[in-house]
């Protein structure tokens, strides 16, 4: 059984680990937004999928939403994108819109001489944008179950149901992906319905071009998604003023621990340190955004017992002076707050245990 629907604006972090791993502790980063009785997800990690059914019904999701195409950020997209299709009693109940990034014009690097060193590690290969992986998802990686299903049960094409769109960047930006990946900019909108608008800007995630925060406003409040980005003078840009911001976190001398010595650790130990917003940086990010609530999420390291998460709350209260929560999975925060819950100054309010979804086997 899925949670009952409510009215007004609730976040349920359907996962909250970061990196490419298999982790028995979290599912992979995902976010599920509901606003009255639609739900957006923004993105698909491994495992999130099983909690979204904890919390929303396949006829509710609207759109999906993808910060950047890292693995642990997209394993989970073709069973978010094929499950919902024309299943009797659990079927999408209208086309669901896929955003996220286009492909870039070439291959990102630090600067041009860089760029020449990156052309020869990457052997010719392209990167794509979502419109592509979400029509190779249909069309090729399950092209085989698309065909039977259509064939055997009479099912529609499934590109009637899920549509892809890459996010195009304003030409005012004059966004690069070597001279200029995350420029000084203003959010733009991306998407809008009746319940939601919906806008983006480039944050800062080292080669992961392009690389987006999201944020949701509401008639309820609004909601910040900072993506995976070092300290981002456009993630604060995009929050200001936010109801809560769910923001990346790392550990890097927690996650190097954990990694042996091999030829590949040094270039993983840059791209993190480059890549990501350190705990003891967090709370500025929140303070200067002036947030109602910061919310900690994609949890790195992301195995059991490796991250140290009270550390990293008290460090960001140090900063910021809201409230902090670090997420575990199948968290849920609401506005307005419902009976029972624990409220404070801003309005929102975490769940408590008893108040989740319960499952249905």
Known sequence: MTQKAMKGLSVHTLGTGGGPIVSSSRAGTSTAIRVDDATYVIDAGMGSIRNYRRHASWGELRGIFLTHHHSDHIYDLGSYLLTGWQVPGEAFSRPVQVYGPGQPPRTPAVDDEHAMLVDARTLGRSMAGTKDIVDSLLNTVFASDVVIRMADEGRSDPSEWVIGHDIEIPAEAQADPVSARHPVMEPFEIYKDELVRVTAILVDHRLCYPAFGFRFDT?????????????????????????????????????????????TREGIAVHLRESHTPFDEVGKVAQAAGVGRLVLHHIVPNVPGAADTAKMESFAREDFSGPVTVAEDNDIFTVPAPPGSTTDATGWSAVPAIMKAEVRA
């Open 219 to 263: 008639a309820y409040g609004s909601v910040v998604i900072s993506g995976d980005t070092a300290y981002s003078e456009n993630c604060i840009r995009l929050a200001k003023g936010a109801d809560i911001l769910l923001h990346e976190v790392i550990d890097l001398d927690a996650i190097l621990n954990t990694f042996p010595d091999s030829e």
